[in-house]
């Protein structure tokens, strides 16, 4: 949910939201933080959440109805080693935010979807290694700052789906040493977090190319991390209802604006069930809520 005031200073849209996600059984909402830079230049610099009281409010209302809310955000560019202190101070903003509030009022986790194989440079295989690095350290940093605090906070992360997949070559499209362990990338992200999404935007789930292949590394890595820690790390796959402006082609392909809930629903089902007895599958998540409302024809 990227448009959070939709919601949090509308209480006719609170009201609609946490009915829509009753009535779909969703129990995991990634609500975009609304927040601000203060002091970026000088030893000051913090992030400073905005509209407290509406967040209050609106966090109270979703925890009564069952509802798991997650403070997210994303930008690339933050994935670069000198963009990691606004990422952490945004985690300690959620930190602080948390520490002053009752229980039914705090955020249940934070989710970043910060995404380096959007940025110029991962197309650069010389300078990839390096954007994977900063990638991997800015999440374990943000990892070593929720622990340290001792709060109950998850954190996870969305990922693409093709970063523990094959070039054309054969080679490893994202694979990354780290302490002697050499492996994809994705993976060694599942080793630092809580919970992921994988983004595995196909409008159909059976075939080499469906959401049920993209997704199997994935899910098969976290089963086995889930039966090493003995704590259940949490994977959501991702389905795209939002249309694809730039490319139709791309859109047939990726999303299901434009198609009937009846597709939609059946390759969620379909891939759902082919995960089911995995303990790491947490289920589908949705992006994002007003295009999957009109898809359901839930919007007039």
Not at 130 to 153: F, P, T
Not at 249 to 264: D, M, P, V
Not at 275 to 283: D, I, K, Q, S, T
Request: aromatic letters at 10%.
């Amino acid at each position: 949910m990227w448009h959070t005031r939709e919601i949090t200073d509308s209480p006719s849209g609170l009201k609609e939201f946490t009915a829509f996600c009753k009535r779909h059984n969703v129990q995991d909402v990634f609500l975009q933080m609304l927040y601000r830079f203060e002091n970026e230049n000088s030893p000051q610099f913090k992030t400073v959440l905005v509209n407290i009281p509406a967040l209050r409010r609106t966090l109270r209302v979703l925890h009564s109805a069952g509802i798991r809310v997650h403070a997210l955000d994303g930008y690339a560019p933050f994935c670069r080693k000198r963009n990691h202190p606004k990422v952490f101070s945004q985690i300690r903003a959620i930190l602080a935010y948390n520490a002053s509030v009752s229980r039914d009022e705090r955020w249940d986790g934070i989710h970043l979807d910060n995404e380096p194989h959007t940025l110029p440079e991962w197309n650069d295989k010389a300078i990839r290694p390096e954007l994977m690095r900063d990638y991997y350290e800015l999440n374990k940093g943000c990892v070593d700052i929720i622990r340290g605090s001792g709060q109950q906070l998850s954190y996870g992360i969305d990922v693409s789906f093709f970063l523990d997949e094959f070039d054309a070559s054969g080679k490893p499209i994202a694979a990354l040493n780290l302490n002697s362990v050499n492996q994809p990338l994705i993976y060694h992200l599942l080793d630092l977090v809580d919970n992921a999404g994988i983004m595995a935007y196909r409008t159909f789930s059976e075939g080499k190319d469906g959401t049920i292949a993209h997704s199997r590394g994935e899910l098969c890595h976290a089963k086995l991390l889930s039966q090493k820690r003995r704590k259940k790390l949490r994977i959501w796959i991702g389905l795209e209802t939002e249309k694809v402006e730039h490319s139709p082609a791309l859109q047939k392909k990726i999303s299901f604006a434009g198609r009937t809930k009846e597709e939609f629903n059946a390759v969620l089902v379909k891939t759902a069930r082919a995960f089911r007895e995995n303990p790491a599958f947490a289920g589908i998540a949705v992006h994002h809520y007003k295009s999957y409302r009109s898809l359901l024809q839930e919007l007039q």
